[in-house]
């Protein structure tokens, strides 16, 4: 007998297969034979419907390794869980023994039996096989790719396998192999997938969408781990450009109101392509990101700190925070230059931040719970101030002003900040604030309260009642694509064939619509790439694309990679962690970079393993044929 070395879900799949009656000759009552399942299209998309739980790794914000993608990088810094998860990748410290990735056999085994059952249906129409059998490849296409991404190559199976097929199956011998397989599987998707659009399902336009960033990340891996060597005339870039104009043709339109779409008030807007839609009848506050983004604070600890104001609710937020914004990524949010409106720049490059600010002075006072002086900051133990500075005398700015006024609008619509309001209540992070990373505790930093003084508003609902307690039920979607992450993907093939111009004014679709800034200017190729780094960084933020999109532009190199050679270190994956403190009357500040609990300023990239993780030895153990392991691992 061979041995099986697939995993049990592919075992427990093969239930699904039609075969001799057993024990008693009679079937539990509570499955439905599958003569039934497969005698109707009805019937057969409620298999499918319960097939698209592949799509789960690619949701954003919570604590595993599988959708804490932004972690990785300087985006974001982390504590508890998420911290344990995000650890051995930026530290360095992961082995081959661990599993980022490659048994995906059982989501495989639905897709291909959902193709083998609907071909042999008699009871379904030709027209709706075609149908479903691409919306079964999509699926099949979209698990494939996550682990393509993740460890390069994937064990391809295009048929329903049975106890007397050669079971121990190799994986494929690249990247390229990996992707050409899924790009097929697309491609026949958006060929024979409808163009209806129904909330949470695949039609042709999202296979499409998909194809696009997928293809990027083709191109990213040939001649893995050589230099891909992209040429303008690359068929990949091409592939691009013609599915991204199916999305643009498919009726989307970009969104006004960008945090909306990701909370209640827009879930289902004409920019999103694909989202997955949680019912409040088996969804809670604390399965889903939100518990994850909002924090804990008591009154006695607002009062034992001397902070202020109090909350209007008691206790509004009874979460557990652990996934925070960093100044890393909020020094992206771009500002109009009041001097020049044409100019847009970081908000500490401004005219109004040179003519307000000295950054010649001290204004770091030893740490106290109570009795801290409102014109001070403070440091850790283990902080090392990097900047500081104070407005100076006669000058009407304050830290309010210069990080909030003429900022790209994204800035209010995914981050709270000091002095914001959400949920009716008013969010104070500078010292003596009432919600700020020193709150509560004697070294600074807690379970509480941010890490970074700032909080994440892009994804929390506004209409969660009566307060944000983890056990309050809640609808909840998570955003996978959108027409502005597609403009975006199209900029980028522009930016590979060197027409700049075009990938200049499609960056440009979401930075003055959902940004409100002005566009960015054409000129060299090493601007326009810089420009388009920072709007997908700022566009995307929190939708476990930057991660990827590193590696891919790692990849690249050259411009794509701040002028580096290919397969080189990535600057977003190792610089430290920066947090900004600002006191309490709003006119001094410093930045600081420490290890936030985790070692956040002494992060690791290895370029020689890292753009892949390693496929878990134990697969490879148990099945020579799955190797060699990737290069470095």
């Not at 392509?273 to 604070?297: C, D, E, G, H, R």
């Not at 509560?440 to 003084?453: A, K, R």
């Not at 403190?581 to 690791?604: A, E, L």
Request: charged share 20%; hydrophobic share 40%.
């Amino acid at each position: 007998m061979k041995k099986i070395i697939l995993s049990i879900g592919v075992l427990v799949a093969l239930g699904s297969l039609n075969s001799c009656k057993k024990v008693l000759d009679a079937d539990p009552l509570s499955l439905i034979s599958p003569e039934v399942v497969w005698s109707s299209k009805a019937n057969a998309e409620t298999f499918i419907f319960a097939t698209y739980g592949i799509m789960n790794t690619y949701r954003s914000g919570l604590r595993d390794v599988n959708t804490l993608g932004d972690a990785y990088t300087s985006n974001i810094v982390t504590a508890y869980d998420s911290g344990n998860a995000v650890f051995p990748i930026f530290s360095e410290t992961l082995t081959n023994r661990s599993d980022y990735g490659f048994n995906n056999w059982g989501s495989i085994r639905r897709c291909n039996v959902i193709i083998k059952n609907v071909t042999a249906s008699t009871g379904i129409t030709d027209a709706d096989k075609k149908t479903l059998i691409a919306e079964a490849k999509f699926l099949r296409a979209m698990s494939y790719y996550h682990i393509a991404r993740r460890t390069g190559r994937i064990v391809w199976i295009d048929k329903v396998l049975t106890e007397n097929d050669e079971l121990k199956l190799p994986s494929t011998a690249n990247p390229t192999e990996s992707y050409t397989y899924i790009i097929k599987d697309l491609e026949d998707a958006v060929a024979d997938l409808p163009t209806t659009k129904l909330s949470g399902r695949a039609n042709k336009y999202v296979a499409a969408a998909f194809l696009t960033e997928v293809c990027l990340q083709a191109a990213a891996y040939k001649n893995y781990p050589a230099a891909p060597n992209v040429a303008a005339n690359d068929p990949l870039l091409d592939k691009v450009i013609a599915n991204a104009q199916i999305v643009v043709g498919g009726g989307y339109a970009l969104e006004a109101d960008y945090e909306g779409m990701f909370n209640e008030t827009k879930s289902t807007s004409n920019e999103i392509i694909f989202a997955l839609y949680n019912k409040a009848i088996n969804t809670s506050v604390s399965s889903t990101p939100m518990q994850f983004k909002v924090p804990n604070i008591k009154p006695e600890t607002i009062v034992n700190f001397g902070g202020s104001p109090m909350f209007n609710k008691p206790v509004p937020f009874e979460c557990w925070p652990e996934n925070f914004p960093t100044q890393n990524l909020t020094d992206d949010y771009l500002t109009v230059d009041k001097a020049d409106p044409a100019k847009v720049v970081a908000w500490n490059q401004t005219s109004q931040y040179l003519n307000a600010i000295d950054e010649g002075v001290n204004v770091i006072a030893p740490f106290t719970r109570t009795g801290f002086p409102d014109d001070k900051t403070a440091k850790l133990n283990n902080d090392v101030v990097i900047k500081m500075g104070r407005i100076k005398a006669g000058s009407s700015e304050t830290m309010l002003t210069l990080t909030n006024e003429n900022r790209d609008a994204r800035w209010k619509a995914a981050i709270i900040s000091d002095n914001t309001t959400f949920y009716n209540e008013l969010f104070t992070t500078s010292l003596k604030g009432n919600s700020g990373r020193f709150l509560g505790t004697i070294n600074g930093g807690g379970y509480d309260c941010t890490l970074s003084n700032m909080y994440w508003r892009k994804g929390l609902y506004t209409n969660i009642a009566p307060s944000f307690v983890n056990t309050v039920s809640t609808d909840f979607h998570f955003v996978l694509m959108r027409l502005g992450r597609v403009y975006l993907n199209l900029a980028e093939a522009y930016l590979l064939k060197g027409d700049v111009a075009n990938a200049v004014l499609n960056l440009n679709k979401t930075r003055t619509f959902h940004g409100k800034i002005p566009g960015a200017l054409v000129g060299t190729s090493a601007d326009a790439w810089k420009d388009y780094k920072r709007e997908r960084r700022v566009e995307l933020a929190e939708e476990n694309d930057y991660y990827y999109s590193l590696l891919r532009w790692g990849r690249f190199g050259g411009d794509a990679n701040d002028g580096l050679p290919s397969g080189q270190s990535i600057k977003e994956l190792t610089e430290p962690i920066r947090v900004m403190d600002v006191s309490k009357d709003h006119k001094s500040f410093s930045i600081v970079t420490g290890p936030f609990g985790r070692q956040f300023n002494d992060r690791k990239f290895d370029p020689s393993r890292r753009y892949l993780f390693p496929i878990a030895q134990v697969y490879i153990d148990n099945n020579p044929a799955f190797g060699p392991q990737n290069p470095g691992w």
